[in-house]
C-alpha cells in the first residue's frame, strides 16, 4: 500500500502537469508534515521554487496548482498561506478507509521490496580468546536490527560475522597451550580453559617477557600455516572454546550470524595480490606491497598506502577485506554490502573500498557502504570500563541489565500488592533488561556516542523500552478485561474517527510504512525507535481520552480496531528492533 505521502506527491505530479506542461511532470512537491496541526497535516511547498522557473509570483503559482489538483477524495479544500504554502488536511472518511485497510493487512500495509536483493551485512565480528565486550555491543544489535528490517521487506540478507580467528596471536596462544594443557593436543575432546581472556594475558605475558617463547610461537604461526596437523587442532580448540562463549551472548541477545572468519578467506588472499599485480596497481613501498588511491594521505600529507602483502610475505586485514569484498560479490552474488563497525574503522574501509572500485571488483549496480558507530560511554562522559579501568565485558553489562530489571518488577510489585509467580517475575525481569539494554541504544543515532545509564533505559517514562512494552500491555489489559478476541473482530466494522485523539493515533499509524521505507534505504534503526516513542504517547492519550469497553456499538469496535492495530505495529516495529513483546508486566 502506497503511504498517504506518496498518494499525494502522485497527485501532485499530474497537477504540474497539467498546470505548467510535460516539462514539470517530475517535479518535486516538496511536501512535508506541517509544523502546525492546526493549519492541516502536508504542506506542499514547491510553489516558491517554480516562482522562480516560471517568473510568477509564488501565491499565483500556488494557485494554478490548486486549480489543477484533484485530491478531493483524498484531503479538505487545500488552503494557501503565508507566500505561497499550500496547506492540506486529511479527510477523516480517507483516514478510515485507510485504517480499516491496513488492519485487514498481515503486513499493515507495508510494501514488501519492489526488487529483493541479497544483501550482505557483516557485524559483530569478535576475535578469537578474547572475550565479547561493551564495544561488541553496538556493532551486534545495530546489524541485527537492519538485518531483520530488511529481511521483513523480503531481502535476502547474509548475516555475516567476520571472527579475528586468524593471525599471528595465534602462534602465541598455541604455544602457550601446550606448555599449560599439553593433553588438549593428543586428545579430540572438547576443552575447557576457563577464563579464556586470563589465558590470553598470560600467553601475551609470556610473550612479551620471554624471548625463547617468542621465537616459538613465531615457529606456531609457520606451521599453522603449513596446516601443520597438531597445530591445526589447538588452532580448533582454541576456536572452538571461544565459540561456545560467543554463543551464549548471542542466544541472551536473540542473534543469528553465520560465522565466516578471517580464516575462511585465507585461501583466496593469494589470489588478490595476484590480480592487484596483474592490473598493475601492486606498488612496492619499504618493501611491503602497496595501493595508493587519491584522496588518502596520513597526518603529514604524504600519500597513504593500502598496505596488501606485509614485508615478510604475510597478508594483514586489508588483505582480507579485499577478499571478502570480492567473494560477496562473485560468489554470494550480493548487490548491496553493508559493513557495521565503529567510526574509527571509517578511513579503512573507505579506502578498501577505493582500492576494490580502482580494480574493477565492484559493479555499477552494487552498493557498498560503512554503516559507523559512535562510542559507548559511561556516566563520566568517558568510554565505559570498570572500576579497575578494565573494558565492560557485555555479559556482565547484560546479566546486570537483568538483575535490575527484576529488582525494580520485584520492588514494584510489593508496591501494587501483586503476586506473580517466580516464573513470570524471571521471565518480565529477563525480556526488560534485555530489552532496556537494545533499546537504548538503538534509539540514538549511531553516528554518535551516547551515555549507558541503568537507570534511564530501565526508566518506565521516557523514550525507553520499557514505555513500549507497557502501552504493548495496555493493549492486552483491554483484551483480556474484555475478553475480546482481536482475531474475530467484525471484518466489516466500520472505523470511525470522532475525536482529535483517534485522529491523531490513526494518522501516525498510517505513517510506519514510511519509516521502514526510510530505514531500508539510509540503516538508521533509530527512525524506527523514535516512530514507536510518538505511537506510544498517542495511544496513551487516546487511550485517557476515549472510552474502549464502555462505549457504545459501533464506537466500540471501532476504537478496538485501532487498540489492536497500535499492538500489532507496536510488536512489529519492536521485533525489527530485536525487541520481543510481553502481555503482562
Same mark, same amino acid.
Given at each position: 500500500?502506497?503511504?498517504?505521502?506518496?498518494?499525494?506527491?502522485?497527485?501532485?505530479?499530474?497537477?504540474?502537469?497539467?498546470?505548467?506542461?510535460?516539462?514539470?511532470?517530475?517535479?518535486?512537491?516538496?511536501?512535508?508534515?506541517?509544523?502546525?496541526?492546526?493549519?492541516?497535516?502536508?504542506?506542499?511547498?514547491?510553489?516558491?521554487?517554480?516562482?522562480?522557473?516560471?517568473?510568477?509570483?509564488?501565491?499565483?503559482? %500556488?494557485? +494554478?496548482?490548486?486549480?489543477? &489538483? *484533484?485530491?478531493? @477524495?483524498?484531503?479538505?479544500?487545500?488552503?494557501? $498561506?503565508?507566500?505561497? /504554502?499550500?496547506?492540506?488536511?486529511?479527510?477523516?472518511?480517507?483516514?478510515?478507509?485507510?485504517?480499516?485497510?491496513?488492519?485487514?493487512?498481515?503486513?499493515?500495509?507495508?510494501?514488501?521490496?519492489?526488487?529483493?536483493?541479497?544483501?550482505?551485512?557483516?557485524?559483530?565480528?569478535?576475535?578469537?580468546?578474547?572475550?565479547?565486550?561493551?564495544?561488541?555491543?553496538?556493532?551486534?544489535?545495530?546489524?541485527?536490527?537492519?538485518?531483520?528490517?530488511?529481511?521483513?521487506?523480503?531481502?535476502?540478507?547474509?548475516?555475516?560475522?567476520?571472527?579475528?580467528?586468524?593471525?599471528?596471536?595465534?602462534?602465541?596462544?598455541?604455544?602457550?597451550?601446550?606448555?599449560?594443557?599439553?593433553? %588438549?593436543? +593428543?586428545?579430540?575432546?572438547? &576443552? *575447557?580453559?576457563? @577464563?579464556?581472556?586470563?589465558?590470553?594475558?598470560? $600467553?601475551?605475558?609470556? /610473550?612479551?617477557?620471554?624471548?625463547?617463547?617468542?621465537?616459538?610461537?613465531?615457529?606456531?604461526?609457520?606451521?599453522?600455516?603449513?596446516?601443520?596437523?597438531?597445530?591445526?587442532?589447538?588452532?580448533?580448540?582454541?576456536?572452538?572454546?571461544?565459540?561456545?562463549?560467543?554463543?551464549?551472548?548471542?542466544?541472551?541477545?536473540?542473534?543469528?550470524?553465520?560465522?565466516?572468519?578471517?580464516?575462511?578467506?585465507?585461501?583466496?588472499?593469494?589470489?588478490?595480490?595476484?590480480?592487484?599485480?596483474?592490473?598493475?596497481?601492486?606498488?612496492?613501498?619499504?618493501?611491503?606491497?602497496?595501493?595508493?588511491?587519491?584522496?588518502?594521505?596520513?597526518?603529514?600529507?604524504?600519500?597513504?598506502?593500502?598496505?596488501?602483502?606485509?614485508?615478510?610475505?604475510?597478508?594483514?586485514?586489508?588483505?582480507?577485506?579485499?577478499?571478502?569484498?570480492?567473494?560477496?560479490?562473485?560468489?554470494?552474488?550480493?548487490?548491496?554490502?553493508?559493513?557495521?563497525?565503529?567510526?574509527?574503522?571509517?578511513?579503512?574501509?573507505?579506502?578498501?573500498?577505493?582500492?576494490?572500485?580502482?580494480?574493477?571488483?565492484?559493479?555499477?549496480?552494487?552498493?557498498?557502504?560503512?554503516?559507523?558507530?559512535?562510542?559507548?560511554?559511561?556516566?563520566?562522559?568517558?568510554?565505559?570500563?570498570?572500576?579497575?579501568?578494565?573494558?565492560?565485558?557485555?555479559?556482565?553489562?547484560?546479566?546486570?541489565?537483568?538483575?535490575?530489571?527484576?529488582?525494580?518488577?520485584?520492588?514494584?510489585?510489593?508496591?501494587?500488592?501483586?503476586?506473580?509467580?517466580?516464573?513470570?517475575?524471571?521471565?518480565?525481569?529477563?525480556?526488560?533488561?534485555?530489552?532496556?539494554?537494545?533499546?537504548?541504544?538503538?534509539?540514538?543515532?549511531?553516528?554518535?556516542?551516547?551515555?549507558?545509564?541503568?537507570?534511564?533505559?530501565?526508566?518506565?517514562?521516557?523514550?525507553?523500552?520499557?514505555?513500549?512494552?507497557?502501552?504493548?500491555?495496555?493493549?492486552?489489559?483491554?483484551?483480556?478485561?474484555?475478553?475480546?478476541?482481536?482475531?474475530?473482530?467484525?471484518?466489516?466494522?466500520?472505523?470511525?474517527?470522532?475525536?482529535?485523539?483517534?485522529?491523531?493515533?490513526?494518522?501516525?499509524?498510517?505513517?510506519?510504512?514510511?519509516?521502514?521505507?526510510?530505514?531500508?534505504?539510509?540503516?538508521?534503526?533509530?527512525?524506527?525507535?523514535?516512530?514507536?516513542?510518538?505511537?506510544?504517547?498517542?495511544?496513551?492519550?487516546?487511550?485517557?481520552?476515549?472510552?474502549?469497553?464502555?462505549?457504545?456499538?459501533?464506537?466500540?469496535?471501532?476504537?478496538?480496531?485501532?487498540?489492536?492495530?497500535?499492538?500489532?505495529?507496536?510488536?512489529?516495529?519492536?521485533?525489527?528492533?530485536?525487541?520481543?513483546?510481553?502481555?503482562?508486566?
Amino acid at each position: 500500500m502506497n503511504s498517504i505521502a506518496q498518494q499525494l506527491k502522485a497527485r501532485f505530479e499530474k497537477a504540474f502537469t497539467a498546470a505548467f506542461g510535460e516539462s514539470y511532470a517530475g517535479a518535486d512537491p516538496m511536501l512535508a508534515a506541517a509544523s502546525n496541526p492546526n493549519f492541516g497535516d502536508f504542506q506542499c511547498n514547491a510553489a516558491m521554487s517554480l516562482g522562480k522557473k516560471l517568473g510568477k509570483p509564488p501565491r499565483a503559482i %500556488a494557485s +494554478t496548482i490548486i486549480e489543477n &489538483l *484533484d485530491i478531493s @477524495d483524498i484531503c479538505e479544500t487545500p488552503e494557501i $498561506a503565508g507566500p505561497g /504554502f499550500i496547506n492540506l488536511k486529511l479527510k477523516p472518511a480517507y483516514l478510515e478507509a485507510q485504517i480499516s485497510a491496513i488492519a485487514a493487512d498481515s503486513r499493515l500495509g507495508i510494501e514488501s521490496a519492489k526488487t529483493p536483493q541479497t544483501i550482505a551485512i557483516d557485524f559483530s565480528s569478535p576475535n578469537i580468546a578474547k572475550e565479547m565486550h561493551v564495544g561488541h555491543l553496538r556493532s551486534t544489535i545495530i546489524g541485527d536490527a537492519i538485518a531483520r528490517t530488511l529481511e521483513f521487506q523480503g531481502h535476502d540478507v547474509l548475516r555475516i560475522n567476520h571472527i579475528g580467528d586468524w593471525g599471528t596471536q595465534f602462534g602465541m596462544l598455541i604455544a602457550y597451550l601446550r606448555e599449560v594443557h599439553p593433553e %588438549a593436543l +593428543t586428545t579430540a575432546d572438547a &576443552l *575447557d580453559l576457563g @577464563d579464556l581472556v586470563a589465558f590470553y594475558r598470560q $600467553a601475551k605475558q609470556r /610473550f612479551d617477557t620471554d624471548e625463547t617463547f617468542k621465537e616459538t610461537a613465531r615457529q606456531e604461526v609457520v606451521k599453522l600455516q603449513a596446516g601443520a596437523e597438531d597445530t591445526r587442532h589447538a588452532w580448533k580448540l582454541l576456536c572452538d572454546q571461544s565459540r561456545r562463549e560467543f554463543q551464549v551472548i548471542y542466544d541472551l541477545l536473540d542473534i543469528k550470524l553465520t560465522e565466516r572468519g578471517e580464516s575462511f578467506y585465507n585461501p583466496l588472499l593469494p589470489a588478490v595480490v595476484e590480480d592487484l599485480t596483474n592490473l598493475g596497481l601492486l606498488v612496492e613501498s619499504d618493501g611491503a606491497k602497496c595501493v595508493f588511491v587519491d584522496g588518502f594521505t596520513n597526518k603529514e600529507g604524504e600519500p597513504l598506502p593500502l598496505i596488501v602483502q606485509k614485508t615478510d610475505g604475510g597478508y594483514n586485514y586489508a588483505t582480507t577485506d579485499l577478499a571478502a569484498v570480492r567473494y560477496r560479490i562473485q560468489k554470494d552474488n550480493a548487490k548491496r554490502l553493508i559493513y557495521v563497525t565503529d567510526s574509527g574503522q571509517a578511513n579503512h574501509f573507505a579506502q578498501v573500498f577505493a582500492v576494490a572500485r580502482k580494480a574493477g571488483w565492484i559493479p555499477e549496480d552494487v552498493e557498498i557502504v560503512h554503516v559507523p558507530f559512535g562510542l559507548v560511554l559511561g556516566e563520566d562522559g568517558k568510554r565505559a570500563k570498570t572500576r579497575s579501568g578494565d573494558t565492560v565485558r557485555l555479559r556482565d553489562l547484560l546479566d546486570e541489565a537483568i538483575v535490575r530489571a527484576t529488582k525494580d518488577l520485584e520492588d514494584r510489585l510489593v508496591t501494587e500488592e501483586r503476586h506473580e509467580t517466580k516464573e513470570f517475575i524471571a521471565n518480565v525481569g529477563r525480556v526488560v533488561g534485555l530489552s532496556a539494554v537494545k533499546y537504548a541504544d538503538l534509539s540514538q543515532n549511531r553516528a554518535s556516542n551516547y551515555v549507558f545509564s541503568y537507570d534511564k533505559m530501565l526508566a518506565l517514562q521516557g523514550n525507553t523500552a520499557p514505555y513500549m512494552l507497557y502501552a504493548y500491555a495496555r493493549v492486552q489489559g483491554i483484551r483480556r478485561k474484555g475478553e475480546i478476541d482481536f482475531e474475530n473482530l467484525d471484518a466489516g466494522a466500520k472505523v470511525i474517527l470522532q475525536s482529535d485523539a483517534e485522529l491523531v493515533l490513526a494518522k501516525h499509524l498510517l505513517q510506519f510504512n514510511e519509516v521502514i521505507n526510510a530505514v531500508e534505504g539510509d540503516l538508521l534503526p533509530n527512525r524506527i525507535c523514535q516512530y514507536l516513542f510518538e505511537l506510544s504517547q498517542k495511544y496513551n492519550q487516546f487511550f485517557e481520552q476515549c472510552q474502549v469497553l464502555k462505549s457504545e456499538e459501533p464506537l466500540r469496535t471501532s476504537r478496538l480496531i485501532l487498540c489492536d492495530l497500535t499492538a500489532r505495529t507496536l510488536k512489529l516495529g519492536l521485533e525489527l528492533l530485536g525487541i520481543k513483546v510481553l502481555e503482562r508486566m
